[in-house]
T-cell receptor
Framework: SAVISQKPSRDICQRGTSLTIQCQVD?????MFWYRQQPGQSLTLIAT?????????ESGFVIDKFPISRPNLTFSTLTVSNMSPEDSSIYLC?????????????FGPGTRLTVT | AQSVTQLGSHVSVSEGALVLLRCNYS??????LFWYVQYPNQGLQLLLK??????LVKGINGFEAEFKKSETSFHLTKPSAHMSDAAEYFC????????????FGPGTRLSVLP
């Protein structure tokens, strides 16, 4: 399994500002994912981030709002841009197990974002 | 397209009682199925998974789940609930197993009463 850390663990931000969330993995992984979990709800995939290529965004999510970087095989960032209160959520990164067929995802502890 | 439904957004059981959390899925190809648990203020932890082979899978903390293709179900059970089992439980389906196309159910909050 992979050990994943996220920074910050939580933040309170003002509307109109941006926040960059970092995700660090203790091993090299090919596929990383960013999810949003709105209050009391399930997880929604924002995008898939593969090293060396542009992130692939799911329907309803755009790069201008959620730019993603993936500079190497152990690190990724998600920026929430021009925030509004509707962006208040938990943001989680996850990785697919590497080496052959990836059969599961491992999750970071999440970043709890409140936008005022 | 895949989908997951979890019957019951909130389930309460007494300590020592049977835990049964229901999950039904829809998938056009043989699915890979997962149960994750989320404790308060934490990320998701994998409880167990079904990919191929034995349809009854055992996971951590005494949980197990049975894949029933005919019923398109993957219900999670534990014979005896413990107070520490109180958490949010998510069922997920993947049609490729490559970490992509993970679809999560809406979640079931489990409360354990003393």
């Amino acid at each position: 399994s992979a050990v994943i850390s996220q920074k910050p663990s939580r933040d309170i931000c003002q509307r109109g500002t941006s926040l960059t969330i970092q995700c660090q993995v203790d091993s090299q992984v090919t596929m990383m994912f960013w999810y949003r979990q709105q209050p009391g709800q399930s997880l929604t995939l924002i995008a898939t981030a593969n090293q060396g290529s542009e992130a692939t965004y799911e329907s309803g999510f755009v790069i201008d709002k959620f730019p993603i970087s993936r500079p190497n095989l152990t690190f990724s960032t998600l920026t929430v841009s021009n925030m509004s209160p509707e962006d208040s959520s938990i943001y989680l990164c996850s990785v697919a197990s590497s080496g052959g067929q990836a059969l599961e995802q491992y999750f970071g502890p999440g970043t709890r974002l409140t936008v005022t | 397209a895949q989908s997951v439904t979890q019957l019951g957004s909130h389930v309460s059981v007494s300590e020592g009682a049977l835990v049964l959390l229901r999950c039904n899925y829809s998938s056009s190809v043989p699915p890979y199925l997962f149960w994750y648990v989320q404790y308060p203020n934490q990320g998701l932890q994998l409880l167990l998974k079904y990919t191929t082979g034995a349809t009854l899978v055992k996971g951590i903390n005494g949980f197990e789940a049975e894949f029933k293709k005919s019923e398109t179900s993957f219900h999670l059970t534990k014979p005896s609930a413990h107070m520490s089992d109180a958490a949010e439980y998510f069922c997920a389906v993947s049609d490729q197993g490559y970490g992509q196309n993970f679809v999560f159910g809406p979640g079931t909050r489990l409360s354990v009463l003393p």
